[in-house]
């Protein structure tokens, strides 16, 4: 082995095992935070529980399958594990709902992720490629679908695809005996093992070795009868039997929230005798069943392919098959799919088949996400059927269809489409053009300036930038919010209307809940025994800040069986209403109602009629916070065409919003998903330029890094404003004027250095139509632009007076140069002008048509400028204050964070808090990171970081002229920047003394250690006082509690 692919192999398994622990990180994070899918979640713990106490024998006796009534329907391969966690429970003493006892539950999952990584690792170790195996082991970890499985629904389907994958390893080695060992193991974990049985029939006939198929089928059985034995229950020599037969006979229905050919049509949760053209369910599935292990057979024997790229590419088609046209599949059936094609690509290497398991992971993380989140919801479960379900399960069939094609084109045709290899392009690049294989490019060296060669993605490029886009997106979308909230609602027509409400009995009051919706209004709610004689008014006002928000009143133990509510003020209806008693969890339910002064009964029961949207407690999970009570409000009346609130800002950023509310409803995850997903896709794009800035993996993966596990990131992108847009696209319009300076119009075609140019034009147009702040970036592109433009003339300059004496090749040249231009700067000027004038000025009065639609008078094209006018006056002239304002000169400093939320009604010693700041190994090396980059630039007159600084100058030093309040996350369309600049610190000094690596690996580490420390008042979590006074508040300037 040479030294450079030992250099190699010692760096891919550094960055495995690096993989390797921020996968096993992010998993041993997520499992205790969400209680996963209460069903099995609870189950598991049951059953620990139940074979701790009882021991192995005794754990079937009682048993529903053999007449008793204990629901136990696992055969006992994962038994053994339970009752493993279930003597850890009682060793260390867990409650039953403790987050420890829940995160041991999932362990064993989140383990045999880990493990499926590693062997897949170690599979394409052995044929020489661990790149891939790296490659596919991160797509693996950091897939969402296989999180949500484990990490948050809590089951052990990859408990079970690690034993499927080692019995296919061995199958596909022809080690049919040790390969049926593993395959009675995976059968004693879940009875889905079953489905993958054709596989041993297809090997047995293709060897034509039925001597070894019945060694390997006694085997296989004496497995199951040997770990079965210590479970018998009885004498009942059948009761494996019994139990198989009840677990594949339990579900009698045609798909079980599997979005698949069945629920396409509408037979989600039908039962299997109802009848389509006259033929059961039934045998329609179990001919289609059969049509896909025939299929399946027919591509292991006309397949050309060698046995273990037969074996995992087959498997997975198999198990694709039965899971989208077979019945009784649950919604997490699939999931052996995504390792089985990871495996099959590792010995296949078709581009198409790493594609489709992108696309089915996703499509599947959609299907078991939505069944997740609809149980978890106030309904209990997900909708049977409906528009979401019916496009996932036409999803899932069209990605099968392309499956079948290319399993068809490469087992059967040996049609191969070969992934590029761009990472060895990548280093004959650096090879041949050195100057670009490192961040410090000068470009401009020569008097006509070469073209910075394109930059092509690396595996590792890849790998890093869709792992940590994945890490992240986690991250960001645990906890967003709930996707229920009270969206009918009565409106009054005047005041004095009034709703009487009969709960059927006298109950002792202790609080009530109210819900109102956009606008302002007052209701006064009075309390009866006897209907006749009111008393104990209670106010609601509904002033601007409290719409789509959970009001709390104490009642104080009021004696009452009905209540009337009475229109003070009209103006927002009032969503919802509802009463507790003294400890209650869920509202007291309300009998009857009535409306009196022309209120109409439909209106009337508008009020209590979605009183499994009430929560328990009240939080920013279920309501607006912060400036949210203007931006999704105006958002929601951009959506129904209602006269906007907040015109303080363009309304683009409203727009977006809306369309999460169009999407989801008006509930607390559709008005912030829109922007927390411009947040993840920040992380890509920080990527991508850092890539071409320095045009180093490393130093592009350091600067995303850092960006991501900043705390205004995550705070700033998940709560409904509107400055994630902004700042998106500051960061896009300045990624692709760095791509037009990189670009010449005297070495490219003309049209081609107008692509990034109209891009970041377009960029711009989109920024300024949603806030106003990248007008100031906005200078920073002209003055890159001129300066661009500049340095052209220099070289025209150059050209014409050197051209009288040029010879040859040179002389060509600056002739084309001479000659390019007058015509070419003309073109560019005009161009510019269009894209960064006339586009973006269309693109902001279009921003304005939901106001533009609003019926009624002032809102036409003509009122266009008095908007512009009240907005310009709002801000020039506003002279508020606020407790958490802070001056420009505090931001890089963070002295005064903001608090957005603090929760109430939390248990003594509690708290829950939203706070906004930065991390302080970001902002404050920062700034240093920042005057270094400058001084080496002016020092050395370099170039390389010259984007970078203008954006973060352009962006920062308008707001030294601002007099109105500002606060700290102002200081947001700066942060991204800082990262670059600390990226390029981190290049000089480990350029000149590589030793301090190791220093730079600390210091990543502890930014996400502190990432992770202050997360519980970056996102809401509740958490003790005490941890948050002793360990997160360093200042007293820091209020967080």
Wanted: aromatic fraction near 18%.
């Amino acid at each position: 082995m040479t030294g450079s692919a030992e250099s190699e192999e010692r760096f891919v398994a550094r960055f495995v095992w690096a993989a390797l622990a921020a996968a096993a990180g992010v998993r041993f994070i997520i499992a205790p935070s969400v209680v996963g899918f209460p069903t099995d979640v609870n189950t598991f713990k049951a059953w620990a529980e139940r074979a701790a106490a009882g021991g192995l024998r005794d754990f079937y006796e009682g048993a529903a399958f053999l007449g008793g009534s204990v629901f136990v329907d696992y055969p006992p391969g994962y038994v053994y594990v339970l009752y493993v966690i279930g003597k850890l429970r009682e060793w260390f003493g867990l409650a039953h709902d403790s987050g420890a006892y829940l995160l041991l539950v999932k362990t064993p999952s989140l383990l045999a992720d880990l493990a499926v990584g590693v062997w897949l690792v170690r599979v394409a170790r052995r044929m020489g490629r661990l790149m891939l195996g790296a490659a596919l082991a991160v797509a693996y970890w950091f897939n969402p679908a296989v999180l949500m499985n484990g990490a948050v629904w809590g089951q052990i389907d990859s408990f079970f695809t690690l034993a499927l994958l080692i019995t296919f390893g061995w199958l596909a080695r022809g080690r049919f005996v040790r390969s049926c060992v593993s395959y009675g193991i995976a059968l004693l974990i879940k009875p889905q093992a079953l489905l993958f049985g054709p596989l041993f029939l297809f090997k047995a006939a293709e060897t034509r070795d039925w001597k070894m198929f019945s060694k390997g089928a006694i085997a296989g059985a004496a497995t199951v009868f040997v770990l079965s034995l210590p479970f018998m229950p009885g004498t009942d020599p059948f009761w494996f039997v019994h139990l198989y037969a009840g677990t594949l006979n339990q579900y009698p229905y045609a798909s079980l929230n599997a979005y698949n050919l069945y629920a396409l049509f509408g037979a989600n949760w039908k039962p299997l005798e109802t009848s389509v053209l006259g033929v059961p369910l039934s045998v329609w599935g179990y001919a289609a069943l059969a049509s896909a292990v025939v299929f399946s057979g027919w591509l292991w024997f006309r397949g050309k392919l060698e046995p273990a790229a037969k074996t995992f590419g087959v498997g997975a088609v198999l198990l694709a098959g039965i899971f989208l046209v077979s019945i009784k599949m649950h919604e997490r059936y699939l999931f052996p799919f995504i390792p089985l094609a990871l495996a099959a690509f590792a010995f296949i290497r078709d581009r198409r088949l790493f594609a489709l398991v992108g696309a089915f992971s996703v499509v599947h993380f959609l299907n078991v996400g939505y069944v997740l989140a609809g149980t978890l919801g106030p309904n209990g479960g997900p909708p049977a059927d409906g528009g979401f379900v019916r496009w996932v399960s036409f999803a899932h069939l069209a990605l099968f269809a392309w499956l079948v094609k290319t399993a068809v084109d490469v087992m059967v045709r040996g049609r191969v489409a070969s992934p590029v290899s761009s990472l060895a392009h990548a280093r004959e690049l650096e090879k041949t053009q050195p100057e670009f294989a490192g961040g410090d490019q000068r470009a401009y060296a020569t008097p006509v300036a070469q073209e910075a060669p394109p930059v092509r993605l690396t595996r590792v490029d890849w790998m890093l930038m869709c792992g940590l886009t994945a890490v992240y997106a986690v991250i960001a979308l645990i906890r967003l919010g709930s996707l229920s909230a009270p969206e009918t609602f009565w409106k009054p027509s005047f005041p004095g209307q009034s709703v009487v409400l009969d709960f059927g009995r006298t109950y002792r009051l202790e609080k009530m809940y109210s819900y109102a919706g956009a606008g302002t209004s007052k209701y006064r709610v009075e309390f009866s025994e006897n209907g006749e004689q009111w008393t104990n008014a209670t106010d609601i006002v509904n002033d601007y800040v409290k719409n789509f928000v959970w009001q709390s009143f104490q009642l104080s133990g009021v004696q009452a069986r009905y209540a009337r509510v009475v229109a003070v003020e009209t103006g927002s209806g009032l969503h919802e209403l509802a009463f507790f008693e003294a400890g209650g969890k869920r509202p007291i339910p309300v009998v009857a109602v009535r409306g009196e002064s022309g209120v109409s009964q439909d209106d009337a029961a508008r009020i209590t009629d979605e009183a499994d949207a009430v929560p328990e407690r009240p939080s920013f999970m279920n309501g607006t916070y912060f400036d949210e009570i203007y931006h999704a409000r105006t958002a929601y009346e951009h959506l129904h065409r209602l006269e906007p609130y907040e015109t303080t800002h363009p309304p683009l950023g409203k727009v977006f919003i809306m369309i999460g509310i169009w999407l989801f409803g008006m509930n607390p995850f559709g008005w912030r998903i829109v922007g927390t997903l411009f947040g993840i896709a920040m992380v890509p794009l920080m990527y991508l330029f850092g890539r071409r800035l320095f045009r180093r993996t490393d130093l592009a993966f350091i600067s995303a890094f850092l960006f991501t596990f900043d705390f205004m990131h995550f705070a700033q992108t998940r709560i409904a404003t509107i400055d994630v847009y902004g700042v998106f696209f500051i960061i896009l319009m300045f990624y692709f004027m760095h791509r037009y300076m990189e670009l010449s119009f005297y070495r490219s075609p003309l049209v081609r250095t107008f692509v990034p140019l109209g891009l970041c034009g377009f960029s711009f147009g989109l920024g300024i139509a949603s806030k106003w702040i990248v007008f100031y970036g906005g200078a920073g592109l002209a003055l890159l632009f001129f300066l661009t433009l500049w340095r052209r003339w220099k070289e025209y300059d150059f050209a014409r007076r050197r051209l009288a004496t040029a010879r040859g090749d040179e002389r060509r040249l600056f002739e084309h140069v001479v000659r390019t231009f007058p015509r070419a700067t003309a073109a560019t000027l005009a161009f510019a002008c269009l894209m960064f004038v006339v586009v973006p000025s269309a693109i902001y009065v279009a921003s304005y048509i939901p106001i533009f639609l609003v019926p009624g008078p002032g809102h036409d094209l003509k009122d266009f400028w008095t908007y512009q006018k009240n907005m310009y006056n709002y801000h020039s002239q506003l002279e508020a204050t606020h407790p958490f304002g802070s001056p420009w000169w505090q931001w890089p400093f963070m002295y005064k964070p903001i608090w957005y939320y603090a929760g109430q009604g939390l248990p003594e010693g509690m708290v829950s808090s939203i706070v906004s700041f930065g991390n302080p190994l970001v902002w404050w090396p920062g700034v240093f990171a920042l005057a270094f980059v400058v001084w080496r630039m002016w020092s050395r007159r370099e170039t390389a970081m010259l984007v970078p600084v203008t954006a973060y100058v352009t962006q920062y030093a308008p707001w030294m002229l601002v007099p109105r309040l500002t606060f700290i996350y102002h200081y947001f369309a700066m942060v991204p920047f800082l990262a670059f600049f600390l990226a390029e610190s981190i290049r000089v000094l480990t350029d000149r003394k590589p030793r301090r690596w190791k220093v730079v690996y600390a210091y990543l580490a502890g930014v996400l250690l502190l990432f992770a420390m202050f997360y519980p008042i970056l996102s809401g979590m509740t958490v003790p006082r005490a941890y948050v006074a002793h360990f997160l508040r360093w200042f007293d300037s820091w209020y967080f509690y």
